[in-house]
Structure formats: C-alpha cells, structure tokens
C-alpha cells in the first residue's frame, strides 16, 4: 500500500487542519494534535471525523 508523497503533503486532518502523517505500517495517516488515526482502505484515505480512530486504540490493536 502506497500513498503519492504529494498527496500526503497537502492532506491535512478535517477537524483540526494539522498535518497528517502516514503510520509506520501505512494503513492510517496519524494527526498528532488531535490524537486520531484516519484509516486508509483500499489505497484511500478516509478523512471524515467519525471514521477516526483514537491514537492510542490504534496502538492497543497493534495496527500501527
């Protein structure tokens, strides 16, 4: 799974406007301010609030 690094740039998390960053195992992009996941799923980012997941649920599930 891959995301355009140029993409990745301009995306910002919806409910704070903070950078997103893509997770170690590239299936969510993190928003370090708000503490919340948003998943990628087939190849797409999920960027709507109720999507997201919390941080550190995330790490709990091993899924970073």
């Known amino acids: 799974?891959?995301?355009?690094?140029?993409?990745?740039?301009?995306?910002?998390?919806?409910?704070?406007?903070?950078?997103?960053?893509?997770?170690?195992k590239e299936n969510g992009l993190i928003c370090e301010k708000c503490k919340k996941v948003y998943p990628i799923k087939e190849d797409i980012p999920i960027l709507l609030i109720e999507e997201a997941i919390d941080l550190d649920k995330f790490e709990q599930n091993g899924e970073n």
């Open 1 to 24: 799974m891959a995301i355009n690094k140029e993409l990745l740039n301009i995306l910002a998390c919806p409910k704070c406007k903070n950078e997103l960053k893509l997770t170690q």
